[in-house]
């Protein structure tokens, strides 16, 4: 039966190619990962240790490799394209484990884009091939980090508007929540782009995400949820026994510390006036949890805005020691559709000038958490900077004549470079060897090393 996780052919077709493309006596590649810029000026690293538990740990079998000679014959029309001799290397010399060494920033750390991430070598010099037949599946580390950096500065975001309206940031790790399982093309998608979001918070939907976390990172539960309605479940109430389903929602969960309604199947605005602000209101008020109001549909700014002016007229408001309107402790809102890190700003600066605290609300996001990004988003790539050739080392690099992609060479580390006026530290990529070198060995010939612990990870990723 045909293996799906057959590492000889988790790559691009011609990667197979190319062990006969080096200069003879090549004898090392090395290579490196970095991000080149993009969306945000820093990337926060995550999802490596997934990567290399899940297909560097299990070694490849001669039944692997016999498939993938079988399987090349057929995709090139050619029995001379598949390196069967480097392969059966591979398993005589090194047991099937893949002879890599694999140097990385500790997982959660947060560094500028254009420095070295990652670098990768071969640690035997008849398997310089393997450097970047592998470069493929160690690329799509890309989405990890990317996911992790966007929920990150998602978070700074609401934490900078905590800090103007709020008296306190007591809860901002459950201000963003992950709705994105639908959202992506797979679950192992949602999986790995759910962790990366769970470093940075612990609210989350995504159900696969937390699994995960337990699996590969130790994590007994990296995330918690609260019961919530769909449309659903409303609609099918009838629009006129909406109030009825409202009051099921009561009966059920209120004595949980938040539940949460979607309210916006027919009028969202006569939703938090009159049934919740009246019909319902000593219901509300009555129960021990909070109830979370969610409108699904209209302008988001507009929309929460109304919703606020609405909630704090019918249960009243108190204002903070900032000088900000908080509802009563017994409700508050959820935006939930069309949420991305430049619409939370908005809504948020918006309550802001309505004199309205953050504190208020909460966030969900889903395909704009986990799908709008891709690997140009910080213009991530792997790229080979170095080589052995006859002995001799020599540097490895290009530089187009047109456009900006002239890429490091030499063999390279990430060091800090002192901490400036600002406060914040500063990293610099230079020639390895130093002691203080910031990356970390993480995998070498298939044995893990500073394999991180989740709590760990959102330690370093903290804002």
């Known amino acids: 039966m045909f293996d799906e996780r057959n ?34 000026e ?6 490596l240790t997934y990567s290399l538990k899940k297909y560097f740990q299990t070694p490849v079998t001669r039944e692997n490799v016999a498939e993938a000679y079988s399987f090349c014959a057929d995709h090139f029309g050619s029995v001379k394209i598949f390196n069967w001799n480097g392969w059966q290397h591979v398993l005589n010399k090194h047991g099937g484990f893949i002879p890599l060494r694999i140097k ?18 071969n640690t035997c010099p008849e ?11 160690l690329m799509q580390s890309w989405y990890p980090a990317t996911v992790c950096t966007y929920s990150r500065e998602c978070k700074k975001v609401i934490k900078k508007y905590l800090e103007l309206t709020a008296d306190t ?35 989350t939907d995504n159900m ?69 602000g009246k019909i319902l209101k000593n219901k509300v008020l009555a129960g021990k949890g909070t109830l979370v109001v969610r409108p699904d549909s209209g302008d988001p700014v507009d929309v929460d805005l109304e919703c606020l002016e609405s909630l704090g007229r019918n249960f009243g408001v108190s204002v903070n020691s900032k000088g ?51 690997r140009d988003t910080q213009e991530w790539k792997i790229a080979c900077s170095s080589a052995v050739v006859e002995g001799n080392e020599r540097p490895v690099f290009k530089s187009p004549k047109n456009g900006n992609k002239t890429s490091k060479k030499g063999r390279l580390g990430l060091y800090t470079n002192g901490v400036t006026h600002d406060g914040k530290q500063h990293y610099i990529t230079r020639e390895e060897g130093r002691h203080d070198d910031i990356l970390q060995l993480v995998y070498e010939n298939g044995e893990l090393f500073n394999t991180p612990k989740f709590s760990e990870i959102r330690e370093r990723a903290a804002v």
């Open 127 to 137: 398997c310089y091939w393997v450097t970047n037949y592998f470069e493929t599946l």
């Open 208 to 276: 696969p995400s937390i699994m995960k976390c337990r699996q590969y990172y130790n994590e007994r539960m990296a995330g918690f949820s609260i019961p919530a309605s769909e449309h659903s479940t409303i609609v099918s109430w009838e629009q006129g026994g909406e109030v009825d389903a409202y009051a099921n929602m009561i009966s059920k969960y209120s004595d949980q510390p938040l539940y949460a309604c979607v309210s916006d199947s027919y009028d969202i605005n006569r939703a938090c006036d009159e049934y919740w």
């Open 7 to 40: 590492l000889c052919l988790l790559l691009d077709s011609y990667k197979i190619t190319q062990w006969q493309q080096y200069p003879p006596n090549t004898t090392n590649i090395y290579s490196h990962r970095v991000p080149r810029g993009g969306l945000f």
């Open 169 to 203: 940031l007591d809860g901002l790790e459950f201000k963003l929540v992950d709705f994105g399982v639908r959202g992506v093309g797979t679950m192992e998608e949602a999986e790995i782009g759910g962790m990366a979001h769970l470093v940075n918070f612990k609210s």
């Open 42 to 47: 820093a990337v926060t690293d995550f999802g």
């Open 324 to 374: 900000y309107k908080v509802l009563h402790p017994k409700v508050r809102l959820i935006q939930g559709d069309r949420v991305d890190y430049f619409m939370i700003g908005e809504i948020l600066e918006e309550m802001m000038r309505k004199h309205w605290s953050a504190e208020n609300i909460s966030f969900g996001s889903g395909g704009k958490l986990l799908q709008d990004l891709n």
């Open 104 to 121: 990385s920033v500790p997982e959660g750390m947060t560094i500028p884009v254009k420095n070295v991430f990652t670098t990768i070598e």
